[in-house]
């Protein structure tokens, strides 16, 4: 996987992921990330990117041709990297904004199958919307909440992406196990001592026991996800089993308010 960011600030970006996992797979080529500064494309002599708004209004505006000239740069590059036989269809560009879908675990695995993405990172006051509109193909925010800058969305989800792609992690079942499979929360974890200020680690677990650990580790999946995030349970895929264990914690809550 190539990403590719669109970005005032590249230093940010190559200093935010060249560390830990994310590194490592860069290393090990698994994926590439090539930061193209947006100013290298301004056509001022002081290599400025921003104006003021049409129509007035507070803050600056970043124009559409450097951003225009950036992008069919990089999309050039990215023609040219590949063999003239198969050349791939034209990759997405994500222009992260709080104006966007929100992203989440099946956007991820979703993105994780494409050969190249290029994200589009904002400023200031946003981006000139007729330049959007030529080159954009995803809106995508990371939540309900306004960043200064699209810089740390984008390594938000080049995070997230990377960790789906074979390879990048060490084990390959932990991406498989884990929060929101299956729209369930992941089962707590514990590790040595058994007893860590007086609190023991769960009987089972010490067992051997694999089925017992596996229903277990079910339930309390079942259990952390209707005590911390409710919603995703509309959407889960559960068992006959699970769903007499789900009514169960919910007759249980009513007997605990009442
Ligand atoms: N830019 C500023 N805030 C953002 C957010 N919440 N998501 C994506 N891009 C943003």
Redesign the pocket.
Known sequence: MNFHILTLFPEMILQGLNTSIIGRAMEKGLISVNAVNIRDYSEDKHKRVDDYPYGGGAGMVIQAEPVYKAYGYLANHIKLSKPEKDQPKKPRVIY???Q?SIFNQTMAQELSREEDLIFLC?HYEGIDERVLEMVVTDYI???D???T??EL?AMVMIDAISRLIPGVLNNEASSEFESFQDNLLEYPQYTRPENFMGRKVPEVLLSGHHAKIEAWRRQQSILRTFERRPDLLEEANLTEEDREYLTRLIFQKNIDIY
């Open positions: 992260v904004t709080p966007g904002g925010s990371i939540g909440y306004v960043l800058g699209g969305p």
